[in-house]
């Protein structure tokens, strides 16, 4: 039997793939227990690289931490879904002046580095460490949904839009209630990858010293008294940022299932002719 895009492997294939997954999986095992070796050998497991996590004051300060990266998130992130949407909609406008305004904007704040646009909001503009971090993201991060916007307001086909003009719809209910719902579904996932980036990017509020979550760890890892607890650190803080970039995924992927199951969205069902249903006059005679 074969597919249309490979062939079925046989008995000999499937012997070589189950060995070649074996071997990767060996290297891999070989890698991780290299690692934890490592680890161990440089004293990493220590009581005393540890014991300072046990302290109410050092927990204290991660949470603290936390919650101020997730504040900074929170504020960056609506934003710059905000100034997306603004900076779409003036790509997509027919007047060109306005277009032209929008463009130069989005190409100018996506070419600036995020650390530049923060640094120069910090110390130019003489701003607090948490507004001047929540501006260069949503500066950087809104410019890009804004093509991320675009991009997926033109991908629908040119029929729907054209079809809702000849209802009589203006263009704002074009863009609102045909245009929109259907580009979402294929922008979700891009827009939900920049929201991670994002999160991630508010590690950079340490450079500023603003208290975020990663400014908390280096606090503690830079500490003398605790033997320099580097690595516990990084897996301390690390396993948090993934959990909350999985939590970002699950969250999409939830939204995507709703949209599914959404009465505006699903199809609907067509009853099948009958044959007494006829075309008005259909079935006079002269």
């Not at 100034?83 to 130069?104: F, N």
């Not at 120069?120 to 890009?144: H, I, R």
């Not at 995924?249 to 069902?269: I, L």
């Amino acid at each position: 039997m074969t597919t249309a895009l490979y062939d079925i492997p046989g008995p000999l294939a499937q012997r070589r793939h189950r060995l070649y997954g074996v071997l990767a999986t060996a290297v891999i095992l070989g890698i991780v227990a290299w690692v934890v070796y490592l680890l161990f050998d440089t004293h990493q497991f220590t009581a005393a690289k540890w014991r300072p996590f046990a302290y109410k004051g050092i927990q204290e300060m991660l949470l603290r931490g936390l919650g101020n990266t997730l504040k900074a998130f929170a504020c960056a992130a609506v934003l710059s879904l905000a100034l997306g949407a603004v900076l779409a909609c003036g790509r997509l406008s027919v007047h060109r002046p306005l277009r032209w305004i929008a463009t130069l904007v989005v190409e100018f704040f996506r070419a600036m580095p995020v650390l530049v646009m923060i640094f120069f909001v910090f110390v130019a503009l003489k701003v607090q460490p948490l507004p001047a971090l929540v501006t260069g993201l949503t500066l950087y991060n809104g410019s890009v949904l804004a093509e991320v916007f675009r991009t997926g307001v033109n991908s629908v086909e040119r029929g729907q839009r054209e079809a809702a003009y000849s209802l009589g719809m203006l263009k704002t209910q074009v863009m609102t209630y045909v245009l929109v719902p259907q580009a979402l579904r294929a922008m979700l996932p891009t827009i939900i990858s920049q929201l991670v980036v994002a999160l991630k990017d508010t590690s950079l509020g340490f450079l500023i010293t603003y208290e975020e979550f990663l400014h908390a760890g280096k606090l503690i890892a830079s500490n003398l008294d605790y033997d320099l607890p580097f690595i516990p650190v990084v897996m301390i803080i690390s396993p948090v940022y993934i959990g909350m970039c999985m939590l970002l995924s699950w969250f999409a992927t939830w939204v995507a299932k709703r949209q599914k199951r959404s009465p505006k969205t699903e199809a609907v069902e067509v009853a099948p002719a009958e044959p007494g249903t006829l075309m008005p006059g259909a079935g006079t005679h002269p």
